[in-house]
């Protein structure tokens, strides 16, 4: 039997995820596609999106996401996508900004940091969560059901962490953006939290980042003393995105094996 939680909420409901193709957000694809949701998942890696694509029909009883290539920097086409993914379903009832640079390529120190690399960091660390959701946001409104908007941050800004300031600035701004939106919004019925996770194992955070030295660091400042899955994380965009949680908004969670713990 299935252990963890089914949410008769979630079937049935169109569910938007940027960056879906790996990592938190495929995890978050292949989750939601479980729970019968009608998932469209933008990510400007085509060959990733296929293997998931792949992997979700190979899964029995999993809804069939679609795909749509998207690089959430270029505004123009995520606005197009919006538009579409609303045309074809009729709305969105969950959106989840989720797609960010994760990795080494996030690490640009305060002293290397140019015009040009601040203004690249920044649209990719929270300029397409506002856009996207304000694209999204009048056909939740006008539909009348509520919403659920969840935007991905991060807990290096809390810890804190050096040597990645416009990474970290970005995920500071999204517990501010999520309480302001939430303030906003809730006259509609919407909801808008943030997820806020520590150091989550996916393949790129093994690949390029988590050392032997820094997994032992991971592994001192938690509580619990091992890796934290996606899979982990998207259990809890999961309870957001649904109504068991109808009356939490303007939050934001961490989920990070007790490392900071709270925002
Ligand atoms: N993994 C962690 O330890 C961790 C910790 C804290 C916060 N987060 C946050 O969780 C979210 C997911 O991170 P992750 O670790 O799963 O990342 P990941 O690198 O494993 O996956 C990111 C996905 O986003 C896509 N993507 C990246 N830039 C894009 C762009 N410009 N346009 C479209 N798609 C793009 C990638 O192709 C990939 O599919 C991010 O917001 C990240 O900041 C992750």
């Known amino acids: 039997m299935e252990k963890y939680a089914t949410y008769p909420s979630l079937r049935g409901k169109t569910v938007l995820i940027t960056g879906g193709a790996e990592g938190i957000g495929a995890a978050s694809v292949e989750l939601f596609c479980r729970q019968g949701s009608n998932v469209v998942f933008l990510d400007y890696s085509t060959t990733s999106a296929q293997a998931l694509l792949a992997k979700i029909q190979s899964i029995p009883g999993a809804a069939q996401p679609s795909f ?7 505004l123009a086409r995520l606005k197009e996508c919006a538009a579409q993914t609303i045309a074809k379903h009729g709305g969105v009832d969950v959106l989840l900004n989720n797609a960010a640079r994760a990795g080494a390529a996030s690490r640009v ?10 203004e690249d960091d920044i649209n990719i660390g929270i300029r397409h969560q506002f ?3 304000q694209a999204v946001l009048p ?7 509520g919403g659920s908007v969840i935007n991905m941050g991060s807990i290096t800004w809390r810890i804190p962490t050096a040597g990645l300031p416009v990474y970290a600035l970005c995920k500071a701004a999204v517990v501010g953006m999520t309480r302001t939106h939430a303030k906003e919004f809730g006259g509609y019925g919407v ?10 194992a996916t393949q790129r955070q093994r690949d390029e980042v988590m050392t032997e030295g820094y997994r032992a660091e991971v592994m001192a400042a938690q509580s619990l003393k091992r890796d934290i899955l996606p899979e982990e994380v998207a259990r809890l965009i999961l309870f957001l995105a649904a ?12 989920v990070d094996g007790g490392w900071v713990s709270d925002i």
């Open 68 to 74: 749509m290539h998207c690089d959430v920097t270029d």
């Open 109 to 118: 120190a305060t002293a290397d940091v140019t015009p040009e690399s601040w």
């Open 131 to 133: 856009f996207l959701t």
């Open 139 to 145: 056909s939740m409104r006008e539909r009348g059901a």
């Open 191 to 200: 909801r808008v939290n943030s997820v806020v996770p520590g150091a989550v």
């Open 243 to 254: 109504d068991d949680s109808s009356a939490i908004t303007g939050s934001s969670y961490v």
